[in-house]
T-cell receptor, first 114, second 112 residues
């Protein structure tokens, strides 16, 4: 079975632009979480979605938004990009049911803002 | 507030030597605890997890970790390190299924 997939692998954007990152979870997984990992740091939680509803949100500005589609794939949108948004963005999926806390991570999308 | 501390930014061990990576957490209840490994430019791979029960948990690649409630610790160990173990290791806490908090990571270097 395919693991978590993310696209694109890399992208370069200019300050002020908008970006959309995509994630496809493992088949059968209904929960998707997004994390930002700045170079040299641990991943920081951004959002979690379960059954197309936001279930958790980290301490990120409103420029960050996400959604989950009926097929459980997800998009992360970042508006008005800042240099500090340069990071590896990780998507993780899980079954999402009660008591299920095991997440499987994708390879990430490397975003560079210039 | 919940937090995870990995006191060692980097550790160097000789191939074949034993390894212990430290992790301390701050959380009011018994958390769900994880160790992940990340190779350069890659995503995270789960090494092991603790939810409840036996406080010594076994993981993949010969790793184990011990949960010590009295010390709020969840240290990762391996009896004999291989050169392929060189990577970044992250300890993480899940506080109820909606949010996972990661430590800053420990970079492991393995010398021949």
């Amino acid at each position: 079975d395919a693991g978590v997939t993310q696209s694109p692998t890399h992208l370069i954007k200019t300050r002020g632009q908008q970006v959309t990152l995509r994630c496809s979870p493992i088949s059968g997984h209904k929960s998707v979480s997004w994390y930002q990992q700045v170079l040299g740091q641990g991943p920081q939680f951004i959002f979690q979605y379960y059954e197309k509803e936001e279930r958790g949100r980290g301490n990120f500005p409103d420029r960050f938004s996400a959604r989950q589609f009926p097929n459980y794939s997800s998009e992360l949108n970042v508006n008005a990009l800042l240099l500090g948004d340069s990071a590896l963005y990780l998507c993780a999926s899980s079954l999402g049911g009660a008591g299920d806390y095991e997440q499987y991570f994708g390879p990430g999308t490397r975003l560079t803002v210039t | 507030a919940q937090s995870v501390t990995q006191p060692d930014i980097h550790i160097t061990v000789s191939e074949g030597a034993s390894l212990e990576l430290r992790c301390n957490y701050s959380y009011g209840a018994t958390p769900y605890l994880f160790w992940y490994v990340q190779s350069p430019g890659q995503g995270l791979q789960l090494l092991l997890k603790y939810f409840s029960g036996d406080t010594l948990v076994q993981g993949i690649k010969g790793f184990e970790a011990e949960f010590k409630r009295s010390q709020s610790s969840f240290n990762l160990r391996k009896p004999s390190v291989h050169w392929s173990d060189a990577a970044e290791y992250f300890c993480a806490v899940d506080t109820g299924g909606f949010k996972t908090i990661f430590g800053a990571g420990t970079r492991l270097f393995v010398k021949a």
